[in-house]
């Protein structure tokens, strides 16, 4: 692809990250792919691989110089197998999330990725950013849920390594370099995904709380009430939530009280029959009496469980219609989560009086999206212009408490250099010598991740 046909493809949907190409080419098969590569390694061309294009850090966006190919996956979305069996799903890097997961409903299983953006991203961007969403905290990211993978390497050469075996200690586990490594070791093209039991009951609570220190204090109780039915637990700050509620269709305060953070809690298990509303019932009303909830509703239906998530799927957006923001993905241990809001948010305040603090976040695996909105009055230039100093405060905070700068988002090229200040030196290194070993000329993905 060539001139205005290549446009979808180099600029990304928020605008943020777009650079140039020599050409776009989307292969249709592993072959093909392998084919590229080899081309690209003889001349020494710089690869960038893209898959859904959603990725937030700039990874999948070649540089300015107008001199590597871009390479999309998108041509590559069949599933190729589904072994109910064996629990396993075989699907090709160009398949949309949405479309995984749909696939293993109709084989009555589930495949429990799950993000705001999986109508759009795919399977080889989820992947190669290691991807987290929603469910992380009873299923894991995408490396837990991948069995196998097929990998186009730097110069061509393909390693056939799609097994659905969960025993093997025969090798090292290559799987796990590719997986996170955003391009930078080699392209998938196809894997072997984990399916799970489909879930018959489902129960979405909204609870409203005084501070996120209770709600890392109740995860023991919700655990203790529901044993390892708690899929997912998202935490939201006042502020993103009322973000929200301004601006977007759709979104009304289940309570008639404002309150100052809010947890989305999803209980779900494939047991049949309706006990997991009782014991979610019960651990609430104990929470309540003891004070340590707020107030609280749980969903009667799937369309109120929709309308809660509508809430929390809202802040980004919610957010964007206020003006200009500054965002953090990182994550620290779950018991350092309230230290880290407070010192990180007491920081941010003190440097830039006005500034709005808009967390939210998958609060049971620790990750928090510390979001940053402009002060009411401040020009959105000027707020941006703010960007590094804000970074630099965040993230000197998060690693203090030996968190993570790039929590499920990866690092594409928007955290390279603060990866550079923040990494140990002695494991920035260890990422290098994996680099030269698997791409030693560099052609994949230069300057993403590590340079
Ligand atoms: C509204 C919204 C919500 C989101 N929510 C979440 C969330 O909850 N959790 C989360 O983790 N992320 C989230 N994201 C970020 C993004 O959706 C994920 O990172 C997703 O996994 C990227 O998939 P993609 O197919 O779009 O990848 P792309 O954007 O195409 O690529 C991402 C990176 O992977 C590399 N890559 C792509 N395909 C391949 C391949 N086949 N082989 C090797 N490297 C490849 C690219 O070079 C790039 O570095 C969200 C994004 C949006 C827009």
Redesign the pocket.
Known sequence: MEGDAQAPYLQ???GVFHGRAAAVVAPGSTDEVAAVMRLCHEAGIGV??????????????PDPSGSQIL???RR?HRVREVDSANDTLTAE??C??ATLQRAASTADRLFPL?????G???????????????NVLRYG??RDLCLGLE?VLADGRVWHGLTGLRKDNSRYDLKDL?IG?????????AAVLRLFPRPRQIQTALLALDSPATAVALLPALREAGGDTLTACELMSRTSLAMALAHIPGCRDPFDATHPWYLLVELSTPQAGDGLRGALEKALSRELEHGHILDAVVAESMDQARALWHLR?SI??GQRCEGASIKH?VSVAVSQVPAFLEAASTQVETALPGIRVCPFG?IGDGNIHFNLSQPEAMDAGAFRARWDDCNRIVHDVVTAMGGSIA????V?QLKVAELERLKDPVELELMRSVKRALDPTGI??PG??VR
């Open positions: 990304e949907w928020r960038v691989p893209q898959s859904g294009n959603t990725g937030l850090c700039g990874g999948a966006a390479l999309s996956l590559m890097a160009g949309v999330l799950s993000l705001a953006a999986e759009s991203c795919m399977l080889g961007g989820n992947l190669a950013t290691n991807a987290g969403g929603t990211n995408a990998v590719f490594a955003e391009g930078t070791l080699g392209v998938i093209t799927e980004p957006e993905d998958h929590a499920e988002h990866g594409g994949m993905n993403k991740v």
